[in-house]
């Protein structure tokens, strides 16, 4: 058996080597995150088909650009943690004392939903272990499994781990009301996971795995009508977790615990293309389609490919906003109206992070062109933007109500489920800017950053300052002598064209947006591709009213900036997600442009001698506003959505 080229299965995190052999149907796969030193090996469908696969996070550099910055200030909140302080209501839990203050928001003792911060915690450290290298994100990720297995042990309830007590899941099942206690386990087993994969914890892993046995014995009794009941409280992505910890151990519990997570209810109209997404909790539906993808890979059953695609597709046409987020308080609303959800609780940010996983799945499936163009609007107009650039404090909406403004986490009062995924998703920027099959290598996103393809011995280093210029340069730092192409996405947007230039030369380029330019040949060490993607002024109105539209300029959705009028001396910080919701919006504010007939590009001018990204607009009524980065707005009001007369 050879092998072929290492296969995503979590968010870039857990990776595995596939080879094929004759197995009745079927391939093996090893487990080799870590080459040499993890061999568990499992079963896979060998029906399905990968295109491209993900880089390991360790394999991907950043260099100086706002994701880099992103990365830094999200790698001092991660540090400035106190330990204790995230395992206080786990030690309370297991009768063990602690001295702690507990945190505050969704993780005070008194909350259903409280430990779910310290799994995502757990992943955040190992991600940004694997992103940087930098061996104090390790020691503190290892000192908190050291910690909780403590708890595992002194709970001895055959692996039970968790800050609540056990019987919050058996209300789940008896039909009582319990804030997502699966939803939380999540956190925790996939925190756990993380440590293994990137930070080779072992005792992190026996902690999972007994954490699986536990919920093995724990289902396996129950009656369909009992799973049934279970499934109506959000269970996150228990679905995934389980096929995962299959993945790396090949026992067939972990396979039928992942089966007992599959909802009826609202994954079996998807396989048959019916769109039953309208008053559904988005960010509850989102990881149960993660889990299908991950079933799909195991069992290459055409039915789970279907509800993944299905989702992401009507998702996207038919529920998505111009930043690429999705949803109106919380929920998936009438498909195709988005002009009337534009509120202050718009794109919860947990609902990109999940899209977000899904994309890189089934980017994997197709290498379509379609997946990298999502993942790069989400990536900059929603994540890149969800973080308030002095404190690393994150946002749980994104508003898209005219006026506005961002509002974001405080420190150790809030911990709502979109500051956990906040802890990971600013460690983790590296993780789709490259893909690869067994002989060509993808550049989906221009992001300064270097890749190590280990195994074919190849580097690349990518300069730019993309989006604030239209350029990007690849330069081959080493190679291997053999012939292979880099497949460099040409995006939908730029229809304008694209140019390339290979030392220097003038490439001739037939391929057409939404495509990858194929660029074949025996590459050389110092080879240099130089790109560029014309950027220009567009609309994008929302999907059931042409004279309501944001204002794009390349990848970029731009905003208005609107000022400070009534918000206060305080900066927009809260314990509640809501707190300033009810900020009156002043009266006079600029929603509306008066196009007098022309297009957009006539209207709107960049500004460069403020920045590249700053433009000014001034309408045929001669008002004027200043329009930049939605990711740049931070502490002001805003407008995403304009509305259009004159057209």
């Known amino acids: 058996m050879k092998t072929l080229q290492k296969f995503i299965i979590s968010c870039a995190t857990i990776s595995i080597s596939i080879f094929y052999g004759s197995t009745g149907g ?20 060998d029906k399905v088909s990968i295109k491209a696969l993900s880089f390991d996070l360790k394999d991907v550099k950043l260099l100086e650009s706002q994701f880099l910055e992103n990365q830094k200030t999200e790698s001092k909140w991660l540090l400035s943690l106190d330990n204790n302080r995230l395992l206080h209501t786990f030690r309370l839990n297991a009768g063990i004392p602690s001295k702690a203050k507990a945190l505050g928001g969704w993780e005070e003792p008194t909350v259903e939903l409280r430990g779910h911060s310290t799994g995502h915690v757990l992943s955040g450290l190992a991600l940004m272990y694997a992103s940087t290298g930098e061996q104090i994100f390790k020691l503190k990720g ?37 804030w997502a206690p699966w939803y939380t386990l999540h956190k925790i087993y996939a ?40 499934l109506l409280t959000e269970f996150g992505g228990m679905s995934e977790v389980m096929y995962n910890l299959y993945s790396l ?87 195709d109206s988005l002009s009337k959800h ?22 994997s499936w197709t290498a379509d062109a379609k997946y990298a163009d999502y993942y790069e609007r989400a990536l900059y107009n929603h994540i890149l933007g969800s973080q308030d650039p002095e404190t690393g404090m994150v946002c749980y909406f994104m508003p898209m109500k005219s006026g506005t403004f961002k509002v974001y986490s405080t420190a150790n009062d809030s911990y709502w489920c979109c500051v956990g995924t906040g802890f990971e998703n600013h460690a983790k920027y590296g993780e789709a800017i490259y893909f690869h099959n067994e002989r060509n290598l993808f550049v989906n996103l221009f992001i300064p950053s ?63 947006p939404g ?55 305080k900066p927009p910080f809260a314990e509640d997600q809501d707190d300033l919701a009810k900020n009156p919006i002043p009266g006079n504010l600029k929603t509306v442009l008066n196009m007098g007939g022309k297009r957009i590009s006539e209207l709107v001018k960049q500004v460069p001698e403020k920045s590249p990204l700053t433009f000014e607009v001034k309408d045929a009524l001669q008002e004027k506003a200043t329009l930049v980065p939605y990711y740049q707005i931070h502490d002001e009001r805003y407008v995403v959505y304009w509305r259009l007369t004159g057209k």
């Not at 393809?453 to 002598?481: A, D």
């Open 26 to 45: 079927t391939a093996l796969f090893a487990q080799s995150h870590y080459p040499g030193q993890h061999a568990n090996k499992m079963v896979v469908n």
């Open 342 to 363: 534009l509120s202050h609780r718009t794109t919860e940010t947990c609902n990109t992070y999940n899209m977000l996983k899904l994309t890189d799945h089934l980017f």
């Open 515 to 569: 495509s990858y330019i194929q660029l074949e040949r025996k590459w050389k060490k110092g080879d240099v591709v130089e790109v560029t993607i014309p950027m220009s002024l567009r609309l994008v109105p929302v999907n059931d009213n042409p004279n309501i539209a944001a204002v794009a300029y390349g990848p970029v959705i731009l905003a208005g900036a609107m000022g400070k009028e009534g918000m206060g001396e």
């Open 142 to 178: 290892d000192s908190l499994v050291t910690e909780l297995k403590k708890v595992q042990d002194a709970l001895d309830q055959n692996g039970y781990l968790s800050a609540f007590p056990q019987h919050f899941i058996n209300r789940t099942i008896s039909d009582g009301w319990v």
């Open 249 to 335: 151990t090949g026992d067939e519990k972990y396979l039928k615990t992942a089966g007992m997570f599959y909802h009826h209810l609202q994954l079996d109209p998807l396989a048959i293309e019916n769109d039953v997404l309208p008053k559904h909790h988005a960010n509850t539906y989102i990881p149960k389609i993660i889990g299908e993808a991950r079933a799909y890979e195991f069992t290459g059953q055409v039915k789970q490919k279907q509800i993944s695609e299905f989702f992401w597709n009507t998702v996207i046409q038919h529920h998505t906003y111009a930043t690429g987020g999705n949803s109106d308080n919380e929920f998936f609303f009438a498909p």
């Open 450 to 512: 270097e890749v190590t393809w280990r195994e074919k011995g190849i580097q690349l280093r990518q300069e730019t300052q993309y989006p604030e210029k239209e350029n990007s340069k690849l330069t081959i730092l080493s190679t291997n002598g053999e012939k292979y192409a880099l497949l460099v996405r040409f995006p939908a947007w730029a229809t304008s064209g694209m140019k390339v230039k290979i030392n220097g030369a003038n490439q001739i380029v037939k391929d057409l």
């Open 191 to 230: 925190g756990l996971l993380d440590m293994y994969l990137n930070c080779d914890n072992e005792a992190a892993f026996a902690m999972a795995k007994k954490m699986g046995d536990w919920a093995y014995l724990k289902l396996s009794g129950l009656n369909q009508s009992q799973l049934d009941k279970m």
